[in-house]
């Protein structure tokens, strides 16, 4: 089936623990981005890809690492996670063609650090 | 620090009713707009986009820009309960895809 898919849905990690979200979308959207969303703090972008090997960062970047080596993939990684990293991650992807914009978010991870 | 501000609300509306949902953002040189829904516990979904200043609409659904008021608005018509959920403003520059988000506010639809 087309779509996006993140894995794991849910994590519990340690605090300095490694951890890589996983995100994985079939269209071959150009476009690929990170976001965690806490209350109070709507969605924040982490980092956004737009295209292979192409990263950039967005408003909340510290602490986070990505890469994106196949169009489909783009994992995140939590280098030494930190209980402020607790959080819902949401990955997406978005194609535009002309006039009309397409964007779909995966299901998220919902990501606790104890 | 660019912004995007919205009433967290709950905005309450019987069913049948038109919601209307605000948002304002700081930045003058954004361009392009998005309204999202999200039910809880779900992942955020695009309902619209809107780039010019003036109104669009899909369905039930309106979006209206006015870029000198730094203002955009969600007017949701024949509001179904199922239409309860957090709706999601945000602002962009044009041709990128780096967006800031609103906190959302949340409708009630009462049958």
């Known amino acids: 089936d087309a779509g996006i898919t993140q894995s794991p849905r849910y994590k519990i990690t340690e605090t300095g623990r490694q951890v890589t979200l996983m995100c994985h979308q079939t269209?071959?959207?150009?476009?690929m981005f990170w976001y965690r969303q806490d209350l109070g703090h709507g969605l924040r972008l982490i980092y956004y890809?737009?295209?292979?090997?192409?990263?950039d960062k967005g408003e909340v970047p510290d602490g986070y690492v990505v890469s994106r080596s196949k169009t489909e993939n783009f994992p995140l990684t939590l280098e030494s996670a930190t209980r402020s990293q607790t959080s819902v991650y949401f990955c997406?992807?978005?194609?535009?063609?002309?006039?009309?914009?397409?964007?779909?978010f995966g299901p998220g991870t919902r990501l606790t650090v104890t | 620090q660019k912004e995007v501000e919205q009433n967290s609300g709950p905005l309450s509306v019987p069913e049948g009713a038109i919601a209307s949902l605000n948002c304002t953002y700081s930045?003058?040189?954004?361009?392009?707009f998005f309204w999202y829904r999200q039910y809880s516990g779900k992942s955020p979904e695009l309902i619209m986009f809107?780039?010019?200043?003036g109104d669009k609409e899909d369905g039930r659904f309106t979006a209206q820009l006015n870029k000198a008021s730094q203002y955009v608005s969600l007017l949701i018509r024949d509001s179904q309960p199922s239409d309860s959920a957090t709706y999601l403003c945000?602002?962009?520059?044009?041709?990128?895809?780096?967006?800031?988000f609103g906190t959302g506010t949340r409708l009630q639809v009462f049958p």
């Open positions: 930045d003058r040189g954004s361009q392009s």
């Open positions: 269209w071959s959207h150009s476009y």
């Open positions: 997406a992807s978005t194609v535009r063609q002309g006039a009309t914009y397409e964007q779909y």
């Open positions: 945000a602002v962009g520059q044009r041709d990128t895809d780096k967006l800031i």
């Open positions: 890809s737009a295209a292979a090997d192409i990263t």
């Open positions: 809107i780039y010019s200043n």
